[in-house]
């Protein structure tokens, strides 16, 4: 891949290595990983994971 290239991807670390200009994760992957952060509940982990 090169610079100039977008990455679309679900949020499997092994894509975290490619050299893009960009990555777009899939969205039900992070609304997935906001959920997980606000069942935490510590520090302000409701609020990233409101704005989210």
């Known amino acids: ?5 977008v990455l679309s991807s679900d949020d499997f670390s092994v894509y975290n290595g490619v050299i893009v200009g960009a990555q777009q994760k899939c969205l039900a992957h992070l609304r997935r990983h906001f959920k997980k ?5 510590h520090g302000n982990n409701a609020v990233v994971a409101e704005a989210g």
């Open 1 to 5: 891949m090169n610079l100039r290239s």
């Open 37 to 41: 952060v606000l069942q935490i509940g």
